[in-house]
């Protein structure tokens, strides 16, 4: 398979990938977007651009994927299966393809009722697993989900989400496996804060065999503010916070806690690098999109390299 896609060539080459995350507005400010790039460039190897993240109305994740682009980064585009049926979907991966963009992050999609507008519709007309597949029958069967052919297909670099902490435990592995089956080139996942259930999750996914077929980048997102680690503890589901993290950033002097939870994002860093199974990170600095260089730089992952 031939996508073009830099992140791919750097995952193949066998380098530590690492990749970024950046918010569309809730307005058309293109400069926003542009702002946010600019820390980001020359510090990632492609950059996430989220579709309507927690259901709430952003501008649309091929619009920011473009304006990133004509700022020499590249996109990692988002697609949900809440808000568009197959046929929209089929269309926006022709259209995003041709405009030059080629990774894909394949997710349903946080429900709408936790979202700006709760009484919306959702779509849901497949899921993430059946996303994977009809990408990838459009890429390597050059067919639409429906049996039509495709004149010239879209060569897209197939990307999902793992959620290596939700219960049961027992089953995460498994579910990684059956988006393996179905069709995905790498996955990025959750947040990461409970080091001990992703060792043991990583390790179930070495034995089985999946790291071997699948690129695995490890989610890191740096805490902020002692109420942002325990508002993620209480209220974000899926999302597991030990207590020593919390209690870690209360330790830190005033002032300083931002930075106990940078450091801490970057020591997990150094320990992916050397985890069996884990072929990179991906930084989810949300809305500290200007944090990236430092992070990036504190964790030695600088320079990226620079692939033909």
């Known amino acids: ?12 080459a066998g380098h530590f990938a690492f990749t970024g995350e ?5 307005g ?3 400069e926003e977007v542009r702002k946010k790039a600019a820390f980001l460039k020359g510090n990632v190897d492609s950059v996430n651009i989220t579709d309507n993240q927690t259901a709430m109305v952003r501008m649309a994740s091929w619009a920011a994927s473009l304006l990133i682009m004509q700022e020499g980064l590249e996109p990692n585009y988002q697609m949900v299966c809440r808000d568009r049926n197959r046929l929209a979907m089929q269309a926006d991966i022709l259209g995003a393809y041709a405009l030059g963009i080629r990774n894909m992050l394949c ?6 009722q936790f979202g700006d507008h709760p ?5 849901f ?17 050059s067919k639409f989900l429906g049996g039509g052919d495709i004149e010239e297909p879209p060569q897209m670099f197939i990307g999902a989400a793992a959620n290596p902490f939700a219960e049961p435990f027992e089953w995460r592995v498994h579910r990684l496996a059956k988006k393996i089956n179905a069709g995905v080139d790498f996955i990025q996942t959750q947040c990461i804060y409970n080091m001990d259930k992703f060792r043991e999750w990583i390790k179930r996914a070495n034995d089985m065999g999946l790291t071997e077929k699948v690129y695995i980048l490890a989610g890191v997102t740096p805490m902020k503010s002692i109420g942002m680690a325990k508002y993620m503890k209480a209220k974000v589901p899926g999302m597991d916070v030990p207590d020593e993290i919390i209690k870690r950033l209360q330790g830190a002097e005033k002032g300083k806690v931002a930075a106990e939870g940078i450091k801490i994002a970057c020591e997990q860093i150094e320990e992916f690098k ?3 199974g884990v072929a990179g990170v991906h930084l989810m600095a949300i809305e500290w999109e200007h944090k990236v260089p430092e992070i990036a730089e504190l964790a030695k992952v600088l320079p990226r390299p620079v692939m033909e």
Do not use: C, F
């Open 1 to 12: 398979m031939k996508s073009g896609s830099n992140l791919e060539k750097v995952l193949k």
């Open 22 to 26: 950046l918010g569309p507005p809730r």
């Open 274 to 276: 050397e985890l069996q």
């Open 107 to 112: 997710l349903s999609g946080d429900h709408q």
């Open 125 to 141: 007309d497949i899921d993430s697993m059946q996303l994977i597949y009809m990408v990838k029958k459009m890429r390597d069967e």
């Open 119 to 123: 009484s919306a519709k959702g779509v």
């Open 28 to 30: 058309t400010d293109a």
